[in-house]
């Protein structure tokens, strides 16, 4: 239903001119409110009606889309997603932190010895595999990669939720700081002159306390060898910045009607606004269906008043749907005062199991919406 | 509600989102708890300030003039090596714990991924530093986190694919990464069942009543979906029943709702977790 009312044209072309005209959409929210789902389908969508190479990279995808999509169990492997009738084509992968580590010390490191020394060091081992933090990073990384190679003209990266998405956006710089911080220069000093000066005196005696003295000279090997990677990581850091603040690269906020992410959805438009990255659209998703929420008081009152007594007891689940549509429209509005493009998407009956469906989601954010919202210019970079 | 019973509470929000004060209708909350209603105290996790309590605490070290440059080191080692992040967080609250300042402590954790990586940073950090100060600080971490008699995790989820999904994996991470308890998980949010399925099937005799069947029929996905869920849950952590709480009516303020289906839990909990 959803291609025919598209090829009929009833396009509201918002997001078509997103997926057509952006070569990389950051996709963000809470968790829960369908994010990765919303981020594969804006993938299909684009490979499905431009000639577009289009990779959708994903942190942690649902099992099942996942599988939907053949991406069963993969590490850092781009896996191409077969796509009826499309006209460009659609590669999806996922992020490993681990191998992405990996993988960045070997392109990094500026000898064979000092590779096998960071890749077998202890601390190395556990910052990439059990910190979660470590995952920032090594996101912009790879998105970085995916342009890079020039493989792909259109990028889709489906952020952790909530705030860790803007710690991924925040990473690059961190990585810069680091390696010109004091700090970095006060563990890689060797050991003597540390004694030596007074200035790092009392950093030491607080660090030696806490951490002991064995697992200091761990990390300062850790970070000595680290720091024969500053030029190339530092050089990298910077482009992988300068990548996120593109003009080309857009932003999409998913959100679901429900308050609580809703409060988070709106902490991550500010944000991304105080950061002047170019976000594009609001994407309102899980909505209840309009033409359901539409009238379903009126409905309730007539469904009591039916001449079959046996309907009157439906006169319940109408007043359930009234009120979900209440809330639902309070939520809107609110969008609404944001400031951003809302996009409306409807929740789904059933499970999003294939591209066919994940299809008609991707359409059915392109058709013109119910005059809910009005749309407005896009908000200037 | 535990503190109702007469039992000192402390609440703590770990992620600095400020919704565990608009839940509680009160200011936002600081690190140094503060008492929201009688017996319960809430406070919002800060690495910066844990760290300045650790350091007056089990350093003793004299704080002289500015903590400033401490600060910024801080922060270049936290972003450094996240361990210190976590340590501090998870330290603070076994310290509540420890001292016994409450009979109980409520975390509302972070999302899964960053909670699998704080409760487990005293056994990482412990594989890390094999002597010293923080050695001995992990150990009696790990102990307090270990013990299913002090601590406990419950899992909260919504009757949806992804949530769901996260859940068993959740399970299945701790487990590798920590011998902590997995107490429990609650089901939030199941949609109320409204529809009778006689009148439905009435309706479908009338033409004019077509929408009501699809508003009717829209309610009844929406609930067999969750309940879907629910059962995928059940099967993957083989419990013949998971505990439910309907999704809130409009009108009721949302912790109120979710108190009083909770008091059963908690008391299961709380004789446990004192």
């Not at chain 1, 070569?23 to 969508?45: F, N, Q, Y």
């Not at chain 1, 006060?186 to 790092?200: E, N, V």
């Not at chain 2, 609650?186 to 005799?205: F, I």
């Amino acid at each position: 239903m959803n291609s025919a009312a598209f090829d009929a044209g009833h396009v509201d072309d918002r997001v078509m001119a997103l997926v057509r005209d952006s070569r990389m959409i950051i996709v963000s929210g809470p968790g829960g409110v369908g994010k990765t789902t919303s981020a594969a389908a804006l993938g299909v969508l684009a490979a499905r009606h431009f000639s577009k190479r289009v990779l959708v990279l994903t942190v942690d995808p649902a099992r099942r889309l996942a599988t939907a999509l053949g991406l069963d169990a993969l590490g850092n492997a781009e896996v191409p997603v077969h796509l009826a009738d499309a006209q460009g084509s659609l590669t999806m992968a996922m992020i490993d932190t681990k191998a992405s580590w990996d993988d960045m010390v070997r392109r990094h490191a500026p000898d064979s010895a000092t590779r096998e020394r960071v890749l077998a060091n202890d601390l190395y081992k556990t910052l990439t595999s059990r910190f979660v933090h470590s995952h920032d990073y090594v996101v912009t990384e790879r998105l970085y990669d995916a342009r890079e190679t020039g493989n792909y003209d259109l990028v889709i990266v489906d952020t952790p939720p909530s705030r860790s998405a803007l710690s991924v956006l925040d990473a690059p710089q961190r990585m810069e700081q680091f390696f010109s911080s004091r700090l970095l220069k006060l563990l890689t000093a060797p050991t003597q002159s540390r004694l030596l000066s007074i200035a790092s005196r009392p950093f030491f005696l607080v660090a030696d306390r806490i951490l002991g003295a064995a697992f200091l000279s761990d990390i300062a090997e850790f970070f000595t060898l680290f720091r024969t990677m500053e030029g190339p990581i530092v050089s990298r850091a910077r482009r992988v910045g300068a990548l996120l603040a593109d003009p080309a690269t857009a932003y999409v906020v998913v959100t679901s009607a429900e308050s609580v992410a809703m409060a988070e959805a709106h902490y991550l438009v500010d944000e991304l606004r105080r950061r002047q990255h170019r976000l594009e659209v609001v994407l309102a998703n899980r909505l209840m269906p309009t033409h359901l929420a539409d009238g379903a008081s009126v409905r309730a009152t007539a469904v009591s008043g039916h001449a079959d007594s046996r309907v009157h007891a439906l006169a319940k689940a109408e007043h359930a749907i009234a009120q979900v549509a209440e809330r639902q429209a309070g939520a809107l509005a609110e969008m609404d005062s944001w400031g951003t493009d809302v996009v409306l998407s409807e929740s789904r009956s059933g499970e999003i199991t294939d591209v066919g469906a994940l299809l008609a989601m991707g359409e059915a954010l392109t058709l013109r919406q119910p005059g809910i919202l009005s749309p407005r210019n896009t908000v200037a970079p | 509600m535990a503190g109702e019973q007469g039992k000192r509470v402390l609440v703590c929000e770990m992620d600095d989102k400020g919704s565990l004060a608009a839940y509680l209708g009160c200011p936002p909350l600081k690190f140094e708890p503060t008492e929201v209603s009688p017996n319960v105290s809430a406070m919002a996790m800060n690495t910066e300030d844990s760290l300045r309590e650790y350091i007056r605490l089990f350093l003793r070290l004299p704080i002289i003039g500015s903590l400033t440059p401490l600060a910024r080191i801080f922060d270049f080692v936290a972003n450094a090596a996240p361990a210190v992040k976590e340590i501090l967080a998870i330290g603070k609250l076994c310290y509540e714990v420890r001292e016994q300042n409450y009979d109980m402590v409520i975390v509302d954790s972070e999302a899964s991924g960053h909670f699998v990586a704080q409760v487990s940073a005293p056994d990482a950090l412990a594989t890390l530093v094999r002597i010293g100060i923080i050695a001995d600080q992990t150990k009696w971490m790990s102990n307090l986190l270990h013990d299913p008699q002090v601590s406990t995790v419950l899992a909260v989820v919504t009757p949806e694919e992804m949530p769901v999904a996260e859940t068993i994996e959740l399970r299945q991470r701790l487990a590798k990464a920590t011998p902590i308890d997995f107490g429990g998980v609650l089901m939030n949010r199941m949609p109320q069942a409204a529809v009778d399925e006689t009148a439905l099937a009435a309706a479908r005799q009338d033409a004019s009543l077509a929408r009501t069947v699809q508003a009717g029929d829209w309610l009844v996905a929406q609930r067999s979906e969750a309940q879907l869920q629910v059962q995928r849950l059940a099967e993957a952590f083989e419990l013949g029943n998971v505990e439910t709480i309907a999704e809130a009516p409009a009108d009721v303020a949302l912790p109120q709702h979710i108190t009083d289906h909770l008091v059963g839990e908690l008391h299961r909990l709380s004789s446990s977790d004192a």
